[in-house]
């Protein structure tokens, strides 16, 4: 892409916005409203978590989100519905989670948490009856703010680090490549002669 966001970019910012949706879900138990037809919403699970995802995921919960533990482990015996809803969500960010180390992993569901908590304070500014309460929720919301913010720099400063090293495992693997040219193509003459005359095996991968 020429707009300066790039392929990278644009998978986060899907991966925000499906995170968003679920963020609601986690704090309130609740579906967030449906978008009119022709919108695009997010993908929706048609598939049931099997038992061993379901425990998978509160484990995961019960280590780094206690609260959306127990509230899933209430809504089972209150409301089963609601728990397979709160539970398909959980799952969501649990994929996006679980890849990250403890300590990156909690501001990963804070900020997720404190979406939430902004978008409410949001709906108290707009319905705010006074200056007063308008003033009030602005600096909560700036507060909220601040405090996303930070989550949002821990867990992008870890992301550029990974990928650092990445790029470096890469560079390696290249240097590795070039001081073993001839190895490399006598390995893949050899495997080329041996298989089938297919268009895949000429594909030109030197892996």
């Known amino acids: 892409m020429n707009n300066g966001i790039g392929r990278v970019g644009w998978r986060f910012l899907v991966l925000a916005a499906a995170l968003v949706g679920s963020a609601y879900v986690l704090a309130t138990g609740e579906e967030p409203a449906r978008q009119p037809r022709g919108q695009a919403s997010r993908p929706h699970r048609e598939e049931t978590l099997t038992a061993e995802q379901q425990a998978e995921v509160m484990t995961f919960a019960k280590e780094n989100a206690p609260e959306l533990y127990e509230r899933v482990a209430a809504l089972e015996k209150q409301d089963p519905q609601r728990a397979a809803l709160l539970m398909d969500e959980l799952y969501r960010l649990y994929n996006h989670a679980k890849d990250y180390p403890p300590e990156i992993r909690r501001p990963v569901l804070e900020k997720q948490r404190l979406n939430v908590a902004i978008y409410r304070q949001l709906r108290e500014y ?12 602005k600096n909560q919301i700036q507060q909220l703010l601040g405090a996303q913010f930070d989550a949002d720099q821990v867990i992008r400063d870890y992301d550029i680090k990974r990928l650092a090293r990445q790029l470096d495992d890469l560079k390696a693997q290249l240097e590795q490549h070039k001081q073993n040219r001839a190895g490399i193509i ?21 892996d």
């Not at 707009?126 to 929720?137: G, I, L, P, V, Y």
């Open 186 to 206: 006598s390995d893949r003459l050899s495997r080329l002669l041996k298989g089938p005359a297919t268009a895949s095996r000429g594909s030109g991968n030197f």
């Open 126 to 137: 707009r319905q705010a009856d006074s200056d007063k309460q308008r003033e009030d929720a």
